[in-house]
């Protein structure tokens, strides 16, 4: 696989540090065995390069630019770590090793949030208003009177 200039930036770029690394690596399930032979299992440091990236970026799994992996197989060790909480436990870690070089007031704890409107929201098949009848109610003649439309006169 030939490498271009761009994609050897990003794989370096998104290097996890060797002591984070260290870190996480004990963090990780021993690899489950293969049933059948084929292309050895992708490293782990790179896999969670790849995963950090698309944490960082917020790009979509398909997007990850290849010399950090297949994006298929990235998303599947994600969902591997993901259910082997791996995530979490590291999440913890950090936490508290946070808590025991700042301090963390744990009595009063804030998340921050945001409200918006579903896109989808609300009931499906719902009859839509008739608002083109509404507008053409209300609608005056150029001389200020209001026009009689065929409904107004029911």
Not at 129 to 135: E, G, L, S, T, V
Request: charged share 35%; glycine share 6%; with cysteine.
């Amino acid at each position: 696989m030939i490498l271009e200039e761009e994609d050897v930036l990003v794989a370096t770029t998104y290097q996890i540090p060797d002591e984070l690394w260290d870190r996480i690596k004990t963090l990780l399930p021993p690899p489950k065995r293969k049933k059948k032979s084929g292309r050895p299992r992708m490293d782990d440091r790179l896999a969670m390069n790849a995963i950090f990236y698309v944490l960082r970026t917020g790009c979509q799994w398909k997007a990850i630019p290849r010399s950090l992996g297949a994006s298929s197989t990235v998303h599947d060790r994600f969902q591997e770590w993901r259910k082997a909480k791996v995530f979490q436990r590291l999440w913890t870690e950090e936490l508290m090793e946070y808590d025991a070089v700042k301090g963390l007031e744990w009595e009063w704890q804030a998340m921050d949030g945001a409200m918006t409107k579903a896109p989808l929201g609300g009931k499906k098949h719902r009859p839509k208003p008739n608002r083109q009848a509404k507008i053409r109610n209300k609608t005056k003649s150029p001389r200020g009177r209001k026009r009689h439309t065929c409904r107004s006169h029911s």
